[in-house]
């Protein structure tokens, strides 16, 4: 029997109407930034498997620090536990998030690490004795699968059937030009009606909402009302993190510090999963008390595992290298100079570039999960290149250790594309 139809024996696939939905692809194998599907053909992976594999798949150097570790030490209760990779992993961790940045939690994904950092926001006024359950969000973000992380999303089919059980959430515009001086007005509204515990926010990119880009200072300005109003902002770091935008952390960009930040993804570079919350020393010290009951009551078994603290640690290392950094570097300009041959094209309506995220829309009528989207998605695929368009939107994030001639075969497949579609 073949992988496919062994697989439709009894698998259940996310985000996929098993109904409709062509048979899912089988990967044998995959490398720097190639993948192999179990007939021998490769495909450049542009979208670097969902944003984690950014130093490439099976990094050979990420490869013998795991191996290592496998040998030393696999898992260890970490309440009342503790171990060098762990630690290793807060300290490299500290040096390179923004200055506010003390404590470290982990978990196990980027709901998880939105979820942790949701629960301290609202415990952190519980244990100051404030009554404050109301959450901000964007209108169009998108912070996960769990309850809380779901709640704080935009509506869409994905949490829909789930509405009535959601946290209580209020949601705002994505500020842009036009529309800042209502958003900020909404806010000051809510913040007079509501009792508002936390704002969590993609800073800068929403990858979900179609790769959407804002500019810093209207998040700047959000988030400086926020911080007079005592209400802990969460920087939703999870796509952004790690190198991607151009900078280390998006919150870079924004002169307003988060109090919270959550990163998944290219934490542990596509090879194990893995998630941090970290926080201000401000918040960290709200759980401290003689009393038990105001310590934050949050575990995951698997937390901190680890040969996952060994990947991220090394995944640190290669993103802080000049040959890393000089690669992310050649993306934004490989990828500003393919902006500037295909932006007026009749079939882009618009571009937008941050860092090595590099996104255009189609000047096309089309559902986000139409018909048309599978077509444009199999023209790739043909080409040899992964790309998931979201709806009329086809974006490229790739992992940074691609190479020139393959960044050229994605621009070119693209380019076909406008031609047909
Ligand atoms: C992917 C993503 C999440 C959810 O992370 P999972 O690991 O899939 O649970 C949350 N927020 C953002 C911004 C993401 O891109």
């Not at 510090?257 to 990163?263: E, F, G, N, Q, R």
């Not at 995944?315 to 993306?331: A, F, P, T």
């Not at 500003?336 to 571009?351: E, G, L, N, P, R």
Request: some cysteine.
């Amino acid at each position: 029997m073949s992988l496919k139809e062994r697989d439709k024996r009894h698998l259940w696939h996310p985000l996929t109407q098993h109904k409709i939905h062509p048979d899912a692809l089988p990967i044998v194998r995959a490398e720097g930034a190639l993948l192999f599907d179990d007939q021998g053909k490769e495909y450049i992976d542009g979208i670097a498997s969902w944003y984690t594999a950014m130093y490439g798949h099976c990094n050979p150097y990420i490869i013998e620090k795991v191996n290592k570790q496998m040998r030393t030490l696999d898992q260890i209760v970490f309440a009342g536990f503790t171990h060098e990779p762990a630690i290793h992993l807060s300290e490299e961790l500290i040096k390179i998030l923004p200055d506010n940045q003390e404590k470290i939690f982990f978990s196990d994904n980027g709901s998880t690490a939105n979820e942790v950092g949701i629960k301290m926001a609202l415990q952190y006024h519980f244990n100051k004795g404030e009554k404050r359950n109301t959450i901000i969000a964007f209108n169009d973000g998108f912070h996960g699968d769990t309850f809380g992380a779901m709640s704080a999303s935009g509506l869409s089919v994905y949490n829909g059937p789930f509405e009535d059980f959601f946290i209580d959430v209020q949601r705002i515009p994505t500020p842009n030009e036009e529309n800042f001086e209502n958003v900020i007005e909404e806010l000051l509204e809510i913040i007079t009606i509501y009792d508002v515990a936390a704002f969590i926010y993609e800073p800068l990119v929403q990858g979900a909402n179609a790769m959407h880009m804002f500019e810093a200072r209207y998040l700047n300005e959000i988030l400086q009302i926020c911080a007079a109003n005592n209400i802990i902002t969460i920087a939703d770091e999870v796509m952004t993190g790690f190198g991607k935008t151009g900078k280390n952390f998006a919150s870079e960009y924004i002169e307003t510090k988060p109090d919270i930040i959550s990163l998944s993804k290219a934490l542990t570079a596509g090879f194990v999963p893995m998630a941090v919350t970290s926080c201000t020393q401000e918040i960290y010290n709200a759980f401290l008390d003689d009393s038990v009951g105001k310590a934050f009551f949050h575990a995951h078994t698997y937390s901190a595992n680890p040969i996952a603290c060994s990947v991220a640690i090394a995944g640190i290392e290669l993103l802080s290298s000049v040959e890393i950094q000089q690669k992310i570097d050649r993306i934004i300009k490989s990828h500003q100079s393919f902006d500037t041959k295909i932006k007026s094209h009749a079939k882009v309506k618009t571009t937008r570039q941050k860092g090595v995220i590099y996104a255009l829309d189609l000047h096309v009528e089309m559902d986000r999960y139409g018909k048309k989207r599978f077509e444009i998605f199999d023209h790739f695929m043909q080409k040899g290149v992964c790309l998931r368009p979201l709806g009329k939107t086809i974006y490229i994030l790739p992992p940074y250790v691609i190479t020139q001639d393959q960044l050229d075969t994605i621009y070119r497949a693209i380019v076909d594309l406008l031609d047909i579609v």
